[in-house]
């Protein structure tokens, strides 16, 4: 049979379907990486104790577990605003190591407390080297408390040492902390352990590390340690609404550490890696369900401030 002797649309038809099987192509799809989660580490106040904070970041480290965003109260803000700044494990080690009552203690005549704060301020700022908290590479909060209304303040701009004098001015201890005409007591009566924080601030997971733990045989042994206590004890519920929001929950055995006792720096850290070791399983289990989950195919949550 001639081509020429077929129906016009006959050929068409041919030529069409012809092309068609020609161009026809297997269609690509594009498979979506799940993505690693943001994880927040969420650091408690506790005096002294707050070096198992130390602790807890050389190991999470070690196992190649790095924090994306860092938040603290009260001592928690201490270290938390060390690290966020860029300091590495070792180096912080070698901050609690040296560190000495004097280099904060500031005695000042004052109805609303025995030490200024300024030198608290000073010495922070000093190690951050005067880095605002905007430019640390680490996002970073340090939780306050505001004097006038008693509610929750998040400091993630400007300067470093005054938000963590704030956040460290134990009520009758340290005078309260000015800023912009504010006063501002120890975020330990709003946020002991901020981790509501950390989410706000776009945490996929969060990482608690709770030093509220009272002295042993329930006795402190100074009017700081006292008054920790008290604190903890005011804000027991606080703690409990906290480290149910958090993913993991790191709990140093550091009750028998005094909130001043400075010396046992060492002890204290160690009590920090050794809690947090028995944790990294978790952790990592947490991180590969995550990954696992219908959000980690979702782009990163959006941070409320």
């Known amino acids: 049979m001639k081509l020429l002797h077929l129906p016009l649309l006959a050929i068409l038809g041919l030529s069409l379907f012809g092309c068609d099987k020609a161009t026809k192509t297997t269609p690509q799809t594009t498979a979506i990486k799940a993505r690693e989660p943001v994880i927040a580490i969420a650091l408690g106040g506790g005096g002294a104790k707050g070096f198992a904070h130390i602790g807890v970041i050389k190991v999470l480290e070690s196992h190649g577990i790095k924090a994306k965003i860092v938040t603290g109260t009260s001592a928690g803000s201490f270290v938390g605003s060390l690290y966020a700044s860029g300091k590495s494990p070792y180096q912080l080690q070698q901050i609690a190591l040296n560190f000495k009552e004097s280099d904060i203690r500031d005695l000042t005549l004052n109805r609303q407390g025995i030490l200024l704060g300024q030198k608290l301020q000073d010495y922070v700022n000093k190690n951050v080297a005067n880095k605002p908290m905007e430019k640390f590479p680490i996002r970073f909060a340090a939780v306050a408390t505001r004097l006038d209304n008693g509610r929750k303040v998040e400091f993630i701009k400007g300067n470093a040492g005054q938000a963590v004098r704030a956040s460290c001015s134990i009520p009758n201890v340290f005078v309260p902390a000015t800023i912009a005409g504010v006063k ?47 604190i903890n004890i005011m804000g027991q519920q606080s703690i409990n609404e906290e480290l149910k929001q958090a993913n993991i929950v790191i709990q140093p055995k550091v009750g028998h550490i005094g909130t001043l006792d400075l010396k046992a720096s060492h002890e204290t850290i160690l009590a920090g890696e050794k809690a947090t070791q028995l944790k990294i399983h978790a952790i990592n289990k947490a991180i590969a369900d995550f990954k696992k989950s219908p959000v980690a195919l979702k782009p990163a949550p959006r941070a409320k401030f």
């Open 184 to 230: 501002y007591v120890d975020g330990g009566l709003v946020s002991p352990i901020p981790v509501k924080t950390a989410k706000d601030m776009g945490a996929d997971l969060v990482i608690a590390v709770d030093i509220s733990a009272r002295p042993e045989g329930g006795k402190a042994t100074s009017m700081f340690g006292l008054l920790d206590q008290t």
